[in-house]
């Protein structure tokens, strides 16, 4: 069985939207695609995602951890210990009991973690990786002494843990050409074959267009970027 696994963030419902229209194209081509969604609200009504498409399981990674975040320095210690409580319960709880062959997500920040789960999974992960991660860091990191702990911790150990956790998996479909550069030229030459370009898009005949589309020679285009940055 193939899965689609996704975090359900309340506050982020273009992405929530996005992975959605996924799962149901994927199905609608007729590959049987099934949706594993991680929420943290208990309250939240996910009546809309059909049984027969989506599993749903609550998990809260916080309470007990986030008393660590009241003494700064160890601000580390707690995310790495919130992204270990994440990995274990999704592995032991969750994934060991399913008969797996591949699984699809969003790439995220690689560390310790990210890796001993990569390696449970034994190659039958497929990323999506939908930003330059390192660029993105940099917008928040500015250096050990002057960076949040967390952006400290999350810096280094994607620079460093990222490519040796990308070069276990099934594959890396980038969403534009310069994001696969950069994940292609980090996991080297001899993985590159892992790394593909899958741009983002919408069907045209779903949209219902406000007016009549004028065809001149000049093309204007509109592009919202969630960071002024090339990438």
Request: include cysteine; proline fraction near 3%; aromatic fraction near 14%.
């Amino acid at each position: 069985m193939i899965y689609y696994l996704f975090s359900y963030k309340e506050k982020l419902p273009g992405v929530n939207t996005k992975v959605i229209a996924k799962i149901k194209a994927l199905n609608d081509l007729g590959l049987p695609v099934k949706g594993i969604i991680l929420y943290e609200n208990e309250k939240l009504d996910l009546s809309s995602f059909p049984d027969k498409y989506y599993d749903k399981y609550y998990f809260n990674s916080r309470k007990f951890y986030n008393l660590i975040l009241v003494f700064r320095p160890l601000g580390i210690i707690n995310s790495f210990l919130v992204k270990r409580r994440f990995v274990k319960h999704l592995h032991k709880k969750i994934l060991k009991n399913k008969t797996i062959d591949l699984i699809i997500t969003r790439y995220g920040i690689s560390d310790f973690n990210t890796l001993w789960f990569v390696k449970k999974l034994n190659g039958k992960i497929l990323y999506e990786s939908n930003t330059n991660e390192i660029e993105q860091l940099k917008l928040v990191y500015k250096g050990v002494l002057k960076s949040p702990i967390w952006a400290t911790y999350d810096y280094f150990c994607e620079k460093y843990f990222g490519p040796v956790v990308l070069r276990r998996v099934k594959g890396v479909i980038c969403v534009t050409n310069e994001i696969a550069k950069f994940q292609s030229q980090r996991i080297g030459n001899k993985f590159n074959n892992l790394v593909e370009v899958v741009s983002n898009g919408i069907k045209c005949n779903t949209i219902k267009r406000k007016k009549k589309v004028v065809v001149v020679e000049v093309l204007n285009l509109i592009m919202i970027r969630g960071t002024d940055a090339p990438w």
